[in-house]
């Protein structure tokens, strides 16, 4: 938000809070989505509070399901706001849409416990 907020200071922001959802979630991303001039950030963590190595493993689904379009793979990754990344690919497979994977991380990276690790994904779905 602080980003969105300093280099879009007139744009309007609606944040959306959801937990498990059904298609209603889906479709009200579509929506949003008919306006090309509407940007959508989904935002949550991965895995949380494994080892650095189960949680690469874990978080491996969560990429490759993102990266893939394939929601079998997602429905394994443990994000909590599971259900917007797997709206957000559904839509992205049904309107046969590029995503591109720009970063992954986990809590490692900054503090070097690897005894209790979230992981973090962050990708890019562009409609033009």
């Known amino acids: 938000m602080p980003f969105i907020r300093h280099y879009s200071k ?3 922001v609606i944040e959306l809070i959801y937990g498990k959802t059904d298609k209603q979630l889906k479709q ?4 949003l989505l008919q306006n090309r001039d ?3 950030v989904i935002s949550t963590d991965l895995s ?3 080892d650095l190595d189960s949680a690469n493993r ?4 969560c990429l490759d399901g993102v ?3 394939d929601l079998e793979l997602l429905a394994q990754c443990q994000a909590c706001g599971k259900a917007g990344v797997e709206a957000i690919v559904a839509i992205a497979k049904e309107q046969n849409l590029n995503i591109q994977l720009l970063d992954y991380r986990t809590s490692y990276d900054t503090n ?3 005894s209790s690790v979230v ?3 962050s990708a890019c779905i562009c409609i033009e």
Request: cysteine-free; overall charge positive; hydrophobic content about 35%.
């Open 28 to 31: 009200l991303i579509e929506f």
């Open 38 to 40: 509407n940007a959508l």
């Open 67 to 69: 990266y893939r379009k």
């Open 119 to 121: 992981g973090y994904m």
């Open 10 to 12: 007139d744009r309007a």
């Open 58 to 61: 874990l978080d491996k689904y």
């Open 112 to 114: 070097h416990d690897k």
């Open 48 to 50: 949380h509070f494994y």
